[in-house]
């Protein structure tokens, strides 16, 4: 069982940037790759960014490229997500989550064994 914990959520003005953590504990000895997923209310859970368990690749929502980074220390815990240029339309609960396939990058919720409890980012105008 692997437990993920993310913070680094807040409310942020529209063009600003922040920095969301998370940390796993439990049965971190295992490798597993990484993603973000965000909830905006009355919507749908949506794919943000994926790294694998080395962080040689990753991938992207084609919403977030170019503005979001995903990376992960030489510890591989914990993984971050860097928002910048970040847009009203952001504003959504932050999950990550662990997938046991630890080679690849998913963008399938299904694919994912365990989750967070969410961080919320809230992004003003």
């Known amino acids: 069982q692997v437990q993920l914990v993310e913070s680094g959520g807040g409310l942020v003005q529209a063009g600003g940037s922040l920095r969301l953590s998370c940390a796993a504990s439990g049965r971190t000895g295992s490798p597993y790759a990484m993603g973000w997923f965000r909830q905006a209310p009355g919507k749908g859970r949506e794919f943000v960014a994926a790294i694998n368990w080395s962080g040689g690749r990753t991938l992207y929502a084609d919403s977030v490229k170019g503005r979001f980074t995903i990376s992960r220390d030489n510890a591989r815990n914990p993984v971050y997500l860097d928002m910048s240029s970040l847009r009203c339309e952001d504003t959504a609960v932050y999950y990550c989550?662990?997938?046991?396939?630890?080679?690849?990058?998913?963008?399938?919720?299904?694919?994912?064994?365990?989750w967070g409890q969410g961080t919320q980012v809230t992004v003003s105008s």
């Open positions: 989550a662990a997938d046991r396939a630890y080679y690849r990058t998913s963008a399938y919720a299904s694919d994912y064994d365990y």
